[in-house]
């Protein structure tokens, strides 16, 4: 689906965002692409979007070149960015004027996403909440059936009940034909959604991994003391949440948002675990 190789960009010469990254992303998976403020998440999104153009290395998007933006490609691409601008019109006269770039756009499916988001769909899209906005844009990125969706930030300005509907709309538009990167920093958002963690930290890759591979080499637990074996830990009220290696294979649920704190603080430690 996407080939990275040795991707090198930045928006000022002397301060690159990426230095050589490469990486491998398939279809039939839904990727939570984290960072810190600044790491070049949403940067990386535009990239493989066309909507900024790789100064070195190579993009492959479905045998594409993203910077290209050919119209093939492009109806396969369904980009939904963390800042939007929506017309001061009604979603009938949206759909008409955007939905036709996409020659799979399902109708029926992006009615019934509306009405489980339960949009108002006679009031004009200006005048909308910024959480309902967010949902109509959700709502038709899904309904182009393209087979790369990117999501930059798609849980901001949604209130809990919605955030539930979010993951439940998403685990359900997962086909084995489509590739899905979400990008957030609300990391507590993707629990149980995402399948694969991509973190990037200083210029590349800090973690590229299945949450099955990450729980087979890590184990998450709470400790009331802190010893040599564990990799990284947080005080709580019981002790500490704590990363330490799986040594002797017990099953835990992943925490992204420890995993996420430990990777930035001990990348030494984790490194050969995932090389």
Same mark, same amino acid.
């Given at each position: ?102 020659? #799979?756009?399902? @109708? !029926?499916?992006?009615?019934?996403? $509306?009405?489980? +988001? ?5 009031? =004009? &899209?200006? #005048?909308?909440? @910024? !959480?309902?906005?967010?949902?109509? $844009?959700?709502? +038709? ?5 393209? =087979? &790369? ?10 209130? $809990? ?115």
């Amino acid at each position: 689906m996407i080939n990275i190789n040795n991707l090198n960009f930045g928006y000022n010469k002397h301060k690159p965002l990426f230095k050589n990254m490469s990486m491998r992303l398939s279809n039939g998976h839904i990727y939570g692409l984290l960072g810190k403020n600044g790491a070049g998440k949403s940067t990386l999104l535009k990239n493989l979007a066309g909507l900024v153009y790789a100064q070195g290395g190579t993009l492959d998007v479905m045998g594409y070149d993203p910077a290209k933006r050919q119209p093939a490609l492009l109806e396969q691409i369904c980009f939904i960015p963390e800042e939007f601008y929506l017309p001061s019109v009604k979603i009938g006269t949206y759909l008409k004027a955007n939905a036709p770039f996409y020659k #799979n756009f399902d @109708y !029926g499916y992006f009615n019934d996403l $509306i009405k489980e +988001f339960d949009i108002p769909v006679e009031q =004009k &899209l200006i #005048n909308m909440s @910024y !959480g309902q906005k967010k949902k109509v $844009i959700i709502a +038709f990125g899904l309904a182009t059936q393209a =087979k &790369l969706v990117i999501m930059d930030e798609p849980t901001n300005g949604l209130d $809990i009940p919605s955030k539930a509907q979010f993951r439940k709309i998403m685990a359900s538009a997962m086909t084995d034909e489509r590739c899905i990167i979400i990008s957030t920093h609300q990391v507590r958002d993707l629990d149980n959604l995402i399948d694969t963690v991509i973190m990037l930290d200083e210029n590349d890759i800090a973690l590229k991994a299945t949450v099955e591979e990450i729980t087979e080499k890590l184990t998450f637990k709470k400790v009331k003391e802190i010893d040599d074996s564990i990799f990284y830990a947080e005080p709580s009220l019981s002790g500490y949440n704590a990363v330490m290696p799986n040594y002797h294979q017990e099953e835990s649920k992943l925490d992204m948002e420890l995993l996420f704190n430990a990777i930035l603080a001990e990348k030494i430690k984790f490194k050969p675990l995932f090389s």
